[in-house]
T-cell receptor, first 109, second 113 residues
Framework: GDSVTQMEGPVTLSEEAFLTINCTYTATGYPSLFWYVQYPGEGLQLLLK?????DKGSNKGFEATYRKETTSFHLEKGSVQVSDSAVYFC????????FGSGTRLSIRP | DTGVSQDPRHKITKRGQNVTFRCDPI?????LYWYRQTLGQGPEFLTY????????KSRLLSDRFSAERPKGSFSTLEIQRTEQGDSAMYLCASSLKDGATQYFGPGTRLLVL
C-alpha cells in the first residue's frame, strides 16, 4: 500500500543553519504531496504542497520539489529561525492522507 | 473564525465509559475526515465522509468506534467502552473534494484512565 518514510528526529540546528528533512514515498498512482507542521500546543497546519511531478511547493522560506524519478519530496530551508521549531510531517494524498511519522526540529538561538 | 472546530479540546474519562467528540468542518466542504494521532507518531486515518455518506473505514476503527455525519455538516465520533489504548489525539479535517487540500481542526485529546 501507499506509504511515506521520513527522516527520523530529533534534528537540532543552530539559527541560520541550512535545513533538509528527507521524505520518500511509495504510491501506486500520482498522489499530491504535502508537508504539514505542528507547532507546540497547536494543531496541524499545511506548510506547502505539490500536486504533480516537478512542482515546487514553497511557503515561509521552506521549499520542496516533487521528484517522481526518486519518489522524494525533501523539505529545505536556507536559514532556519528559532520560531521554526516544531514537528514536521511529510504526507501524501489519494483520498485519505497518509502521514510519515514526523520529524521534530529544534533550533538553538 | 471559519476553520475546522472540534469539541471538546480535552477529555479525561475512566476505562469502560463512552465518549463522544464533535467536529464542525469548514462550511462549504463536502468531505470530512477523522484521524488518530498517538504520541510521537503521525496521524493515522480512521474514516471519511462525502456529505452524509461514510465512504471508507480503516481497520483501526474497531466495532467500539462509530462515526456519523447525519446532515452532511458536523460529524460525531463515539467510542464505547473506552480502553487505555484509546488515549490519543483525535483529529478532524475537511476538504472541498477528493484530492483537495485537507484542513485540520485543533484536535480532541483523550486520556483514558
Amino acid at each position: 500500500g501507499d506509504s511515506v518514510t521520513q527522516m527520523e528526529g530529533p534534528v537540532t540546528l543552530s539559527e541560520e543553519a541550512f535545513l533538509t528533512i528527507n521524505c520518500t514515498y511509495t504510491a501506486t498512482g500520482y498522489p499530491s504531496l504535502f508537508w504539514y507542521v505542528q507547532y507546540p500546543g497547536e494543531g496541524l497546519q499545511l506548510l506547502l504542497k505539490a500536486t504533480k511531478a516537478d512542482d515546487k511547493g514553497s511557503n515561509k522560506g521552506f521549499e520542496a520539489t516533487y521528484r517522481k524519478e526518486t519518489t522524494s519530496f525533501h523539505l529545505e530551508k536556507g536559514s532556519v529561525q528559532v520560531s521554526d521549531s516544531a514537528v514536521y510531517f511529510c504526507a501524501l494524498s489519494a483520498s485519505k492522507i497518509i502521514f510519515g511519522s514526523g520529524t521534530r526540529l529544534s533550533i538553538r538561538p | 473564525d471559519t476553520g475546522v472546530s472540534q469539541d471538546p479540546r480535552h477529555k479525561i474519562t475512566k476505562r469502560g465509559q463512552n465518549v463522544t467528540f464533535r467536529c464542525d468542518p469548514i462550511s462549504e466542504h463536502n468531505r470530512l475526515y477523522w484521524y488518530r494521532q498517538t504520541l510521537g507518531q503521525g496521524p493515522e486515518f480512521l474514516t471519511y465522509f462525502q456529505n452524509e455518506a461514510q465512504l471508507e473505514k480503516s481497520r483501526l476503527l474497531s466495532d467500539r468506534f462509530s462515526a456519523e455525519r447525519p446532515k452532511g455538516s458536523f460529524s460525531t465520533l463515539e467510542i464505547q467502552r473506552t480502553e487505555q489504548g484509546d488515549s490519543a489525539m483525535y483529529l478532524c479535517a475537511s476538504s472541498l473534494k477528493d484530492g483537495a487540500t485537507q484542513y485540520f481542526g485543533p484536535g480532541t485529546r483523550l486520556l483514558v484512565l
